[in-house]
T-cell receptor, first 112, second 110 residues
């Protein structure tokens, strides 16, 4: 039982490049979330998926897209990376019928 | 707009001290308050408090929810160096989304 896994762990991009962050969970949770964490800003919600086939914007969605591929997987795509997207990205899944979210190990992204 | 404020932002103590971390909130449709511990990687879940469970305890850690004052405290007794971490408070509101505070950085010196 791995919980929530994310790939890659680290990534360096140049401005304008694109990439996809992958997330998978094996806890059979319906809801999944993408956050970014910046110094002094706490965790901010980018997008979430309440169930397979649905996605919704969070607090800071600009510059990102998501895909809920199936119940297990939820990916985050940066189409044209900008230095302002340098951050640590966390994926989480929520235990059904509670607010408790479980987090993946994170991806540290640097955009030059 | 939902808001969660934690205090202090950082705290340095010696091993064996007792610490109290604070969290206050303004959230529409409050459902729960959660505490997480974040060391170098992902936040790990500590407690969830709701209207039906306003006190939780696990070993040296305990937490209380005060719905009247819209706040919560996290107490850690007999601190150890392994307690050094960022402690995050989050509040569950509409649509099962969490709003996080900025965290309290706790440093426990030997």
């Amino acid at each position: 039982n791995a919980g929530v896994t994310q790939t890659p762990k680290f990534q360096v991009l140049k401005t304008g490049q694109s990439m996809t962050l992958q997330c998978a969970q094996d806890m059979n949770h319906n809801s999944m979330y993408w956050y970014r964490q910046d110094p002094g800003m706490g965790l901010r919600l980018i997008y979430y998926s309440a169930s397979e086939g649905t996605t919704d914007k969070g607090e800071v969605p600009n510059g990102y897209n998501v895909s809920r591929l199936n119940k297990r997987e939820f990916s985050l795509r940066l189409e044209s990376a900008a230095p302002s997207q340098t951050s640590v990205y966390f994926c989480a899944s929520r235990e059904d019928s509670t607010d408790t979210q479980y987090f993946g190990p994170g991806t540290r992204l640097t955009v030059l | 707009e939902d808001k969660v404020v934690q205090s202090p932002l950082s705290l340095v103590v010696h091993e064996g001290d007792t610490v109290t971390l604070n969290c206050s909130y303004e959230v529409t449709n409050f459902r729960s308050l959660l505490w997480y511990k974040q060391e170098k990687k992902a936040p790990t879940f500590l407690f969830m408090l709701t209207s039906s469970g306003i006190e939780k305890k696990s070993g040296r850690l305990s937490s209380i929810l005060d719905k009247k004052e819209l706040s919560s405290i996290l107490n850690i007794t007999a601190t150890q160096t392994g307690d050094s971490a960022i402690y995050l408070c989050a509040v569950g509101g509409s649509n099962y989304k969490l709003t996080f505070g900025k965290g309290t950085l706790l440093t426990v010196n030997p």
